[in-house]
């Protein structure tokens, strides 16, 4: 069996357990379906970019503290869109609108900024190959669990 393939098969089998998590009720199971797919996830960064232990450990600490930060403002901006939501309700006054639509502004430009501020502190760790693919391999990998994600639930309909 070719390298390509057994890793199709690991990468499978990680997503059919994500996608067999998403399918149970036991909020335990999707936790670590998760788990498992982060964790195979981290497995094959270090394997695409070649990493050694130092930048391993210095990598993760970064894309760590990234992801944490992300994920907050993301969270601050789903609070935004939630608020907007109820005064659309509300029949609110335009001027509660214009105040949300400035701090959605401010909370895009914020993402921004900490998008820009992990690639730039990227550079005394990575190689500019190793981000090129670094972010290659982000992408696929998303698309890969989103279109398994989708499968699944297709299925399911069915």
Do not use: C, P, W
């Not at 430009?109 to 693919?133: D, H, P």
């Amino acid at each position: 069996m070719s390298k390509k393939s057994f890793l199709f098969y690991i990468l499978f089998f990680f997503l059919q357990t994500l996608t067999y998590s998403y399918d149970s009720s036991d909020d335990e199971n999707i936790g670590s379906g998760k788990k498992q797919l982060e964790h195979f996830r981290k497995l094959k960064i270090v394997e695409t970019l070649d990493l050694n232990e130092e930048t391993t450990l210095r990598f993760f600490v970064k894309l760590n503290e990234f992801e944490n930060k992300i994920k907050s403002l993301k969270k601050q901006k789903q609070n935004l869109m939630d608020s907007l939501e109820i005064l659309v309700e509300e029949d609110a006054k335009s001027l509660s609108f214009e105040k949300i639509f400035d701090e959605l502004i401010q909370s895009e430009e914020k993402l921004l900024e900490t998008k820009k501020t992990f690639q730039n502190e990227m550079k005394s760790i990575l190689t500019s190959e190793q981000m090129a693919k670094y972010l290659v391999f982000e992408k696929k990998f998303r698309q890969e669990v989103k279109n398994t994600i989708e499968q699944r639930f297709r299925k399911r309909k069915k």
